[in-house]
């Protein structure tokens, strides 16, 4: 069982910063995919970025390519997100998910394919 906890969430104006936490524990002793989703109301959840912990690779979706960035850090059992030049459109409850599977390039973004879910973090951008 992993339990995810994300921190980091606020509010900012256009074009200002944030960095994200998610802190892992439960089922650590292995590689998966983690990722960062986002819901803004009355729309789908939808992927924002994920990281395979085994290698490092990271996936964006077009949207926040250039202006996010996701990382992990293995010692500390977390992962990341520092999201820059911050848009209004990026205000949106954000979530930390783990899929016990490496990341696959083609479907990184699939909700259904995550197993465990944090509770969220708020972040609006106001203009």
């Known amino acids: 069982q992993v339990q995810l906890v994300e921190s980091g969430g606020g509010s900012v104006q256009a074009g200002g910063s944030l960095r994200l936490s998610c802190a892992a524990s439960g089922y650590t002793g292995r590689s998966y995919c983690m990722g960062w989703f986002r819901q803004a109301p009355g729309k789908e959840r939808e992927g924002v970025a994920a990281?395979?912990?085994?290698?490092?690779?990271?996936y964006y979706a077009d949207s926040v390519k250039g202006r996010f960035t996701i990382s992990q850090d293995n010692a500390k059992n977390s992962l990341y997100l520092q999201m820059n030049s911050l848009k209004p459109e990026d205000t949106a409850m954000y979530y930390c998910?783990?899929?016990?599977?490496?990341?696959?390039?083609?479907?990184?973004?699939?909700?259904?394919?995550?197993?465990?879910w944090g509770q969220g973090t708020q972040v609006t951008v106001s203009s």
């Open positions: 990281i395979y912990t085994g290698g490092g690779s990271t």
């Open positions: 998910a783990a899929d016990l599977r490496p990341c696959n390039g083609g479907s990184w973004y699939w909700v259904v394919g995550y197993n465990y």
